[in-house]
């Protein structure tokens, strides 16, 4: 089951948000070789996405997202979806995380 997480972006702006995966006892979770996909959408149905480059740490745990500021541009005071999408080195997809994405509109590009 995903953890529900909502992110808040600044339009414009380059945005980053690390998630760590941990075990039962609070350890980092090995994720070495597996890669993740992860994607900003107005609605679950909407045919236009916006995509976040995934980063995963290897046996940190660490799964970075991350959204350049040419993109966020795009991105209006919508409320939006996100999930990211983990696959493990024997081909296993997990939803790791999920929730609602908000921008902050800019003034300044």
């Known amino acids: 089951m995903a953890v529900k997480t ?4 600044n339009q414009y702006a380059d945005f980053v948000y690390n998630i760590y995966l941990v075990d039962v ?24 996405a916006y995509p976040f480059t995934v980063v995963t740490g290897g046996n ?3 799964i970075t997202l991350s959204m350049n500021a040419a993109i966020t541009g795009y ?11 983990l696959t493990s080195n024997t081909g296993t997809v ?10 902050d509109l800019g003034v300044t590009y």
């Not at 909502?6 to 972006?9: A, E, I, K, R």
């Not at 006892?25 to 236009?48: E, L, M």
């Not at 991105?75 to 999408?85: A, E, I, K, P, Q």
């Not at 997990?94 to 921008?103: L, P």
């Open 6 to 9: 909502n992110l808040l972006l």
């Open 75 to 85: 991105l209006n005071d919508t409320r939006y979806v996100y999930d990211l999408l």
């Open 94 to 103: 997990s939803r790791i995380v999920e929730g609602i994405v908000s921008v």
């Open 25 to 48: 006892y609070n350890n980092p979770f090995d994720i070495t070789g597996y890669t993740g996909t992860s994607k900003v959408r107005q609605s679950y149905t909407s045919n236009i």
């Open 60 to 62: 940190t745990g660490l």
